[in-house]
């Protein structure tokens, strides 16, 4: 079982910028996809992006396709998601997680407000 600990979320004006963390404790194994989801008050948790520990692929939803990078730092054991031209639809509390998600390690997760 991996912990995850997220942070970076904050305030910020439409077409502004964040930059999220997340530090993983526990064994990622280069086969392993890392992912960033969100769930937006009222809704069901989605799919944002993925990267592939060992070999860096990148998958992105549609919907942040352009505007998201997944990027991770394996000394760190740390998978990040630069967030650009933030849209209020972004507003949502971000997780990080195994991809398929490991339904045992979903984290407190850091909020993300995009005002209008």
């Known amino acids: 079982q991996v912990q995850l600990v997220e942070s970076g979320g904050g305030l910020v004006q439409t077409g502004g910028s964040l930059r999220l963390s997340c530090v993983a404790s526990?064994?990622?194994?280069?086969?392993?996809?890392m992912g960033w989801f969100r769930q937006a008050p009222g809704k069901e948790r989605e799919f944002v992006a993925a990267i592939h520990w060992g070999a860096l692929d990148t998958y992105y939803a549609d919907s942040v396709k352009g505007r998201f990078t997944i990027s991770r730092d394996k000394a760190k054991n740390t998978v990040y998601l630069q967030m650009n031209s933030l849209k209020p639809e972004d507003t949502a509390v971000y997780y990080c997680?195994?991809?398929?998600?490991?339904?045992?390690?979903w984290g407190q997760g850091t909020q993300v407000t995009v005002a209008s």
């Open positions: 526990g064994l990622i194994f280069n086969f392993d996809r």
């Open positions: 997680n195994k991809q398929p998600p490991d339904e045992s390690s």
